[in-house]
T-cell receptor
Framework: GENVEQHPSTLSVQEGDSAVIKCTYSDSASNYFPWYKQELGKGPQLIIDIRSNVGEKKDQRIAVTLNKTAKHFSLHITETQPEDSAVYFCAALWEGSQGNLIFGKGTKLSVKP | DADVTQTPRNRITKTGKRIMLECSQT?????MYWYRQDPGLGLRLIYY???????NKGEISDGYSVSRQAQAKFSLSLESAIPNQTALYFC??????????????FGPGTRLTVL
């Protein structure tokens, strides 16, 4: 089955700096990689996703890159703001999984004003 | 009103008690999921259902059971709760829509403590 490793587990940055969270996956058949943001006291919410036929996707201050050869993908947040503070989860889906996601263990991002 | 609701939001119970966590959705989605979140372990899938008659075990189903009473309702039961089932539980929904690349929508979570 699929396994998703996520690093770092905690990340602290100053407001305005960039933040990068990295994930690796084990199954080369994986073809969809979403990122979820979990704010305190709430359920996770999708913020961006990428499919395996695309190398990079950007949405305002967030971007995701995918390296299929190395089997890793990353979330990039630029010009961080205090409201970016949350737990971020990467996930992977592969063709044989019936649409189920395998999540990484999460990264707690703290943005200090 | 929230699209995915969970009740109760918090529950404290004792070892050996039977507990039911309920999930309701107004999104009209066919797929529903139960996840467990533990610190440092991320989200792990307990059970999932693609429609009322289709229930499947996830990664960590031992000690849990589910019931899909209607398309909009999916309940998780702990028949005899034990302390290591203390965790944050999330229900989620998605719309198959002919594709597996569909966003999952999560409820607010139920914090369960088993003493």
């Amino acid at each position: 089955g699929e396994n998703v490793e996520q690093h770092p587990s905690t990340l602290s940055v100053q407001e305005g700096d960039s933040a990068v969270i990295k994930c690796t996956y084990s199954d080369s058949a994986s073809n969809y990689f979403p990122w979820y943001k979990q704010e305190l006291g709430k359920g996770p919410q999708l913020i961006i996703d990428i499919r395996s036929n695309v190398g990079e996707k950007k949405d305002q201050r967030i971007a995701v890159t995918l390296n299929k050869t190395a089997k890793h993908f990353s979330l990039h947040i630029t010009e961080t703001q205090p409201e970016d503070s949350a737990v971020y989860f990467c996930a992977a889906l592969w063709e044989g999984s019936q649409g189920n996601l395998i999540f990484g263990k999460g990264t707690k991002l703290s943005v200090k004003p | 009103d929230a699209d995915v609701t969970q009740t109760p939001r918090n529950r404290i119970t004792k070892t050996g008690k039977r507990i039911m966590l309920e999930c309701s959705q107004t999104k009209g989605h066919d797929r529903m999921y139960w996840y467990r979140q533990d610190p440092g372990l991320g989200l792990r899938l307990i059970y999932y259902s693609f429609d009322v008659k289709d229930i499947n075990k996830g990664e960590i189903s031992d000690g849990y059971s589910v019931s899909r009473q209607a398309q909009a309702k999916f309940s998780l039961s702990l028949e005899s709760a034990i302390p290591n089932q203390t965790a944050l539980y999330f229900c989620a929904t998605s719309d198959s829509g002919g594709s597996v690349y569909n966003e999952q929508f999560f409820g607010p979570g139920t914090r369960l403590t088993v003493l």
